[in-house]
């Protein structure tokens, strides 16, 4: 008797909370999506809501859905750090990624006379989200 009542004093937080979760979901995903997030960039300090910033994003890529090979690309980079870049062979499919602010060019400037990509952090967090998609 005396497990019992352990073990149920150890479970009963836990499935009270999970029952919570689970009953007031759409409760908890309104208030996450009006969650504030704020971060500095150049000493400015920004504050905004998590939709805002993935609207953000969105526009960064001009409403453009990335292509299979734009993808494959961007996890390519992610895996080797930089990658060579060829303007004639690589261009058109990286200049939407490097525009939306997914991957920079080396030497810092301008992409056409570049030798290599690397991938930012939001390109890391975005192929990162794509392949936990894709499995």
Not at 59 to 82: A, H, K, M, V
Not at 117 to 132: M, W
Request: with cysteine.
């Amino acid at each position: 008797m005396d497990t019992f009542l352990s073990l149920s004093r150890i479970l009963a937080w836990p499935l009270v909370v999970s029952f919570g979760l689970i009953y007031y979901r759409r409760a908890v995903a309104s208030l996450l999506a009006q969650s504030k997030v704020s971060f500095t960039i150049s000493g400015i300090t920004v504050e905004t809501t998590l939709a805002e910033l993935e609207r953000s994003v969105s526009d960064s890529l001009r409403g453009d859905e990335l292509t299979n090979e734009q993808w494959s690309r961007l996890t390519r980079i992610r895996d080797e750090g930089c990658v060579p870049y060829n303007h004639n062979s690589d261009y058109s499919h990286l200049v939407p990624l490097r525009n939306a602010g997914l991957i920079r060019e080396h030497p810092k400037g301008q992409l056409t006379p570049a030798k290599e990509v690397s991938i930012t952090t939001l390109g890391r967090l975005l192929a990162d989200a794509y392949d936990r998609k894709r499995r």
